[in-house]
């Protein structure tokens, strides 16, 4: 699936739920199915600076696709890097840089977070971006 196709899914999902209460559980729930970073990479070097709890991410790539793992100390923020994860893991890195995040203005997930919250929901999407760009080099 393309990442366009993955946002227009998460739309569609989010757009089930009536209240913002629905849409935390959710994104609770999310969080629970995140593909777990392995303990050997819950280290300093894998925090996402700029966000309020712990978020530890790591990428690899598998042949010419880059995949992410992560876990954050938050049940809300880990819902929000599940989410990332989502649309940017087992991608093309070029699709990664390339690729606008609206899905998040439209499912209206910054507006109910709170500021530190959006920030490191911005932090979260420039680290992921950084790791492909870093892939991409790579490959040319």
């Not at 990332?84 to 997930?109: C, Y």
């Amino acid at each position: 699936m393309s990442i366009e196709d993955i946002q227009n899914e998460i739309i569609d999902e989010f757009s089930m739920f009536d209240d913002w209460e629905d849409r935390y559980q959710y994104m609770i729930d999310l969080g629970k199915t995140l593909p777990l970073i392995e303990e050997k990479y819950k280290t300093e070097d894998h925090i996402i600076k700029g966000c309020q709890s712990k978020v530890w991410v790591h990428a690899n790539m598998d042949a010419d696709k880059v995949n992410f793992t992560a876990d954050s100390d938050a049940i809300i923020t880990k819902g929000i890097i599940a989410i990332l994860i989502r649309v940017f893991s087992n991608q093309h890195p070029k699709d990664i840089i390339d690729a606008d995040t609206n899905f998040i203005d439209e499912i209206g997930l910054k507006e109910h977070l709170s500021p530190t919250r959006a920030n490191g929901l911005v932090s979260m999407i420039k680290q992921l971006k950084m790791y492909a760009i870093a892939y991409q080099t790579q490959l040319n």
